[in-house]
């Protein structure tokens, strides 16, 4: 079975700061990883993923993510929060033959002027 | 132009009917989903279609029916409405069902609300 564990359903930063956004996933074997973005009433849309190559991941408007198998996690990083980022992120894990993805609770970004 | 749409974007409706919900990608994908986001914004897969064949198909009640015509459409019929339904659906689609190209191209999503 897998599953993925997204801390903190709120994250409130201010412009500029860091961000940082949690995701530990259990999985027996390594899986697929992928951070999602949904901005308000819109679908999802791919941030950046992971299919084992390059541990530290670049995706797309600055973030970052990196795969630790030690710890089971894949944490999403931007060095400086920027108002537009506000939003829902949700990382989701997938393995298999099928595209069956299980994704995580969503953690709402806030970023304060 | 939009690659993957739905239709409605909003539906009220009394509890008991009969709804549908359409999506259509132009994306050439061979893969489409239905998920279902509930109020804590948590998001869980109904069903996938490759190739117009059923691929998954998750403990749904039979009051949902997925059909999918063609392989650039899924659409979602729902029997028998209750207020736990209400919800967005999100209709998705990808270029493969391997899971390793990974990306998933979401519509907009259908806000339902059953009264």
């Known amino acids: 079975a897998q599953s993925v564990t997204q801390l903190g359903s709120h994250v409130s930063v201010s412009e500029g700061a860091l961000v940082l956004l949690r995701c530990n996933y259990s999985s027996s074997v390594p899986p697929y990883l992928f951070w999602y973005v949904q901005y308000p009433n819109q679908g999802l849309q791919l941030l950046l993923k992971?299919?084992?190559?390059?541990?530290l991941v670049k995706g797309i408007n600055g973030f970052e993510a990196e795969f630790k198998k030690s710890e089971t996690s894949f944490h999403l990083t931007k060095p400086s929060a920027h108002m537009s980022d506000a939003a829902e992120y949700f990382c989701?894990?997938?393995?298999?033959?099928?595209?069956?993805?299980?994704f995580g609770s969503g953690t709402k970004l806030n970023v304060k002027p | 132009d939009t690659a993957v749409s739905q239709t409605p974007k909003y539906l009220v409706t009394q509890m008991g009917n009969d709804k549908s919900i359409k999506c259509e990608q132009n994306?050439?994908?061979?893969?489409m989903y239905w998920y279902k986001q509930d109020s804590k914004k948590f998001l869980k897969i109904m069903f996938s279609?490759?190739?117009?064949?059923?691929?998954i198909n998750e403990t749904v009640p039979n009051r949902f029916s997925p059909k999918s015509p063609d392989k650039a459409h899924l659409n979602l019929h729902i029997n028998s409405l209750e207020l736990g339904d209400s919800a967005v659906y999100f209709c998705?689609?990808?270029?493969?069902?391997?899971?390793?190209?990974?990306?998933?191209?979401f519509g907009e999503g259908s806000r339902l609300t059953v009264l």
């Open positions: 992971y299919t084992s190559a390059a541990t």
């Open positions: 989701a894990v997938s393995k298999g033959n099928f595209n069956k993805f299980y």
């Open positions: 998705a689609s990808s270029q493969d069902r391997t899971g390793k190209t990974g990306e998933l191209f």
């Open positions: 994306l050439g994908h061979d893969t």
């Open positions: 279609y490759n190739n117009k064949e059923l691929i």
